[in-house]
């Protein structure tokens, strides 16, 4: 982490070139005649001041409280030398300068201290240069220039108020960007993180369904062939009932096969709606289990596409499990929506299951994880011989379906 605040690194970059433009402005009008002896005014330290200014925010110091409390001591200094030493035209334009830099070197208690020192030192110089002002001519109303010199003094301390909130706001807001950037990209880390344990711990649960499932189905497929080969010839009627099972067992494992690569796809909904896919996945279950899940979908608003993959991912992986383990009946879908949240429900008349020897299982952890990844919360009410009963609750987030 650098120490210093430099040209590339300069938070407002246009408020930079406006110092460098003011000081120029500062050093071309000490370059004009006097308008008493009508001679170039050549001051030599308001020129070296002016340029120790320019190089000093060059380079502004970021962290440490020594080199902070330094560098404004020496601006300080280089101004009031300038202002009362060198009696600087412009000497207005020099304290505005200080104000600036103070927003990038302090805080905001310390920028606004600096912003009163520096109304103090000018009322200083102001007072100090009329006492020492040698007129040309008596002013005919004394009191009339102290009343000039009293607005043009309220008018800068306006003007400096003014500056030091400008830049306050705009400090403000680029680290509100800044932070928001940053809380934008953890937010984008963490999903990734969530998405990349998703897509493991899905790839393991295929992995564990694959070797669970189809292994068995074609390990008894190969025994059926090897048997119905050896009866052939002695019991064809025995040798072409095992074919028959054979073949059953080969078109269970083709199933099983294309379910495991519809859950590896990406777009599971494949651009349809929540509703159709819905539909296609339970008329698939249907047909496996002879059992027609009852379905009742009521959507009052909009649902973003992340809702909609993560509600069919997990309706997926519940009808998967009644599939090969409840024995189930009877089955209920209910998708809700209220004003705020939406509510998925799934109940069965299973077998059921103990809760707290299933709490590590890859399917459930699997919908845990998609529901707590959306800033959701996941239910299982269930007991051995009591069936089983599913709730999601998602918060509605913003979005089109």
């Known amino acids: 982490m650098s120490r210093y605040i430099e040209i590339k690194t300069h938070p407002i970059r246009f408020l930079l070139y ?5 000081l120029l402005i500062v050093a071309l009008t000490e370059l004009l005649p006097d308008p008493v002896t009508k001679l170039p005014r050549l001051s030599l330290l308001n ?14 110091p970021k962290v440490g409280r020594l080199d902070k409390l330094v560098y404004n001591i020496v601006e300080i ?27 990038w070197i302090f805080g905001k208690w310390k920028r606004l201290a600096i912003m ?31 009343f000039i010199l009293m607005g043009f003094a309220i008018f800068f301390g306006l003007v400096l108020v003014f500056l030091f909130l400008l830049v306050n706001a705009v400090l403000s807001d680029r680290q509100s960007r800044e932070k928001l950037a940053l809380a934008n990209a953890e937010i984008r880390k963490y999903a990734l993180k969530i998405e990349d344990m998703a897509t493991l711990q899905e790839s ?34 025995k040798a072409e009932y095992l074919l028959g ?16 690569a519809s859950k590896l796809r990406s777009d599971p909904l494949e651009g ?21 899940p009852n379905c009742s979908i009521y959507l009052l608003n909009s649902i973003p596409v992340e809702l909609k993959v993560s509600i069919y991912r997990i309706l997926q992986e519940a009808l998967t499990n009644i599939c090969k383990h409840a024995q189930a009946t009877h089955v209920e879908i209910q998708i809700m929506t209220t004003s705020t949240d939406i509510y998925l429900i799934i109940d069965d008349n299973g077998k059921g299951f103990n809760l707290k020897q299933n709490t590590t299982g890859i399917g459930l952890q699997g919908m845990r994880d998609r529901t707590q990844s959306l800033g959701g ?7 051995p011989r009591k069936g089983c009963r599913i709730t999601a609750s998602f918060p509605l987030l913003m979005g089109n379906g």
């Open 18 to 22: 406006l110092e460098w433009i003011l």
């Open 47 to 60: 020129l070296f001041c002016v340029g120790s200014l320019f190089i000093l925010g060059l380079k502004l």
């Open 77 to 103: 200094g280089i101004i009031l030398a300038a202002s009362i030493a060198g009696e600087i035209r412009l000497f207005p334009v020099l304290y505005l300068i200080l104000t600036i830099r103070s927003c």
């Open 116 to 146: 009163v020192l520096a109304f103090v030192l000018f009322l200083v110089t102001l007072i100090y240069r009329f006492q020492t002002f040698t007129f040309p001519f008596r002013p005919a109303v004394p009191e009339k220039l102290e």
């Open 204 to 237: 393991n649960r295929i992995a564990c369904d694959i070797h669970d499932s189809l292994g068995d189905s074609l390990t008894a497929l190969n025994l059926q062939i090897e048997t119905a080969l050896k009866l052939w010839r002695s019991h064809p009627t």
């Open 245 to 260: 099972e054979a073949k059953r067992l080969g078109s269970t494992a083709l199933r099983e096969v294309r379910e495991s």
């Open 272 to 292: 349809r709606g929540l509703q159709e896919a819905i539909a296609h996945l339970i008329q698939s279950f249907h047909s496996t289990t002879g059992v027609l």
């Open 377 to 383: 919360q996941l239910e299982i009410e269930t007991s």
